[in-house]
């Protein structure tokens, strides 16, 4: 495997609780953080509605140009968790009762209620999936070859991503560093540009803030060379400082 | 207008900080609720990296199967704020620098270094690009048909949302109500099912939690119109009373 290749992923976010504003999503920076950490960028997210038509096409066009697809919401046990089916629906399978997963419900439902046909729901799966375990609740994500199915609730996606953690093939990780100046972006914005060019093993971003009636930006230098990425941000503070600008390391 | 047309805005978020996990879109919810008060639903949206033709193709796409299409972030005045010139290409048109944008950042950097090169980049619009303007940065919105350019920002997008209120066609407002129990919703997934089928202008949602070591879950009722949703939050409540569950209107 060379270290130049960049795996990508997406994510497809799924709930009209997202895009009706009801619910603030957590999931997208918590993935994105996990995936820097694999080697895999994060290269586009969709968040669409709870309609299977339109989960599976986004499914199938975003798993096909990028090397994972990544999932959340839909998997509960309700008339709107359409998830398992549309995926299903993409990949051109069936959907089954993963036998493991109902036997994770039984056991956890025992002195719950027991196993109803709605809690059924949570072991089905794409003909061919297996089990992504978590221990807060009965039901599991599932994987299917590059997709990932995961909770919509965020500290139960969180423990997915743990199980997940060391299992996927991934390039170098994504380094970042930043630093701060008490300035406005549009002052040292021929000086990002500059620098950006002169490293082209790295992204700069500059990132405006508001604070306590002041103006400053935060400037984040990312590569998955850490040689580069010292390089870069010496110059560039050097550069900033030439300018007459204080620059915090760390960021502000 | 008929009531029954049903209009629908998609979203763009622009920005390697939010697909770096950097951080946390705040837009999205609020451009959703804001929305919906206009009458507008939030069908789709899509987070896409600093690349002018990831942008501009996402652009094409969305905007030719909404009526309305909104981006946020990369209006600044750096290297990575691409918005304008990723827009204008997808809208076939040339870059122009707006003079009425021009002379309002002279006003607001007159006297903080005046209007350089860098600042006067937040001056340019797509060729036929109207402005959006906002009182707390230099930098206005802008408005091209259906498109609209908004700032990354939480509380600069705010603003230009306010500046656009009441100003664009919409139907009629997405009414919703809540309710909630503490049962998992696992035991009352059919009776949501039945009332979701029995009552057709509505839908309703089931957003489960964990909260003080309890499990329980709120049901959201959404309509266009009132009475619709009135019949069926009170025929939800009875059957899930009669079923042996408290019900709390307004939601847990």
Same mark, same amino acid.
């Given at each position: 495997?060379?270290?130049?290749?960049?795996?990508?992923?997406?994510?497809?976010?799924?709930?009209?609780?997202?895009?009706?504003?009801?619910?603030?999503?957590?999931?997208?920076?918590?993935?994105?953080?996990?995936?820097? %950490?694999?080697?895999?960028?994060?290269? *586009?997210?969709?968040?669409?509605?709870?309609?299977?038509?339109?989960?599976?096409?986004?499914?199938? =066009?975003?798993?096909?140009?990028?090397?994972?697809?990544?999932?959340?919401?839909?998997?509960?046990?309700? @008339?709107?968790?359409?998830?398992?089916?549309?995926?299903? @629906?993409?990949?051109?399978?069936?959907?089954?009762?993963?036998?493991?997963?109902?036997?994770?419900?039984?056991?956890?439902?025992?002195?719950?209620?027991?196993?109803?046909?709605?809690?059924?729901?949570?072991?089905?799966?794409?003909?061919?999936? =297996?089990?992504?375990?978590?221990?807060?609740?009965?039901?599991?994500?599932?994987?299917?070859?590059?997709?990932?199915?995961?909770?919509?609730?965020?500290?139960?996606?969180?423990?997915?991503?743990?199980?997940?953690?060391?299992?996927?093939?991934? /390039?170098?990780?994504?380094?970042? =560093?930043?630093? /701060?100046?008490?300035?406005?972006?549009?002052?040292?914005?021929?000086?990002?540009?500059?620098? *950006?060019?002169? @490293? *082209?093993?790295?992204?700069?971003?500059?990132?405006?803030?508001?604070? *306590?009636?002041?103006?400053?930006?935060?400037? %984040? %230098?990312?590569?998955?060379?850490?040689?580069?990425?010292?390089?870069?941000?010496?110059?560039?503070?050097?550069?900033?400082?030439?300018?007459?600008?204080?620059?915090?390391? /760390?960021?502000?």
């Amino acid at each position: 495997m060379s270290s130049s290749r960049i795996w990508t992923a997406a994510m497809l976010v799924i709930g009209d609780e997202i895009l009706s504003g009801r619910t603030q999503d957590k999931n997208v920076a918590a993935l994105a953080k996990w995936l820097n %950490v694999q080697g895999i960028r994060l290269a *586009e997210v969709r968040i669409v509605p709870d309609v299977l038509g339109e989960i599976a096409d986004a499914a199938n =066009e975003l798993r096909g140009r990028n090397d994972y697809l990544f999932t959340t919401g839909g998997i509960g046990p309700t @008339h709107d968790d359409i998830t398992v089916d549309a995926i299903a @629906h993409a990949l051109g399978v069936e959907v089954v009762v993963h036998p493991r997963a109902r036997a994770m419900l039984e056991r956890y439902y025992g002195d719950k209620g027991g196993l109803t046909e709605a809690r059924l729901r949570m072991a089905r799966v794409p003909d061919g999936g =297996e089990l992504i375990e978590n221990k807060y609740s009965g039901a599991p994500g599932i994987r299917h070859g590059s997709v990932f199915i995961m909770a919509g609730i965020p500290h139960i996606a969180a423990q997915m991503m743990d199980a997940l953690t060391g299992q996927l093939e991934g /390039g170098d990780p994504v380094l970042s =560093e930043s630093i /701060g100046c008490w300035t406005p972006e549009s002052e040292v914005s021929e000086i990002l540009g500059a620098a *950006e060019k002169a @490293h *082209e093993d790295c992204q700069i971003g500059s990132y405006p803030f508001f604070r *306590e009636g002041r103006v400053g930006a935060n400037f %984040v %230098v990312r590569s998955t060379d850490g040689d580069a990425l010292a390089a870069c941000l010496a110059e560039l503070t050097e550069k900033l400082e030439a300018a007459g600008h204080d620059v915090t390391q /760390g960021g502000i």
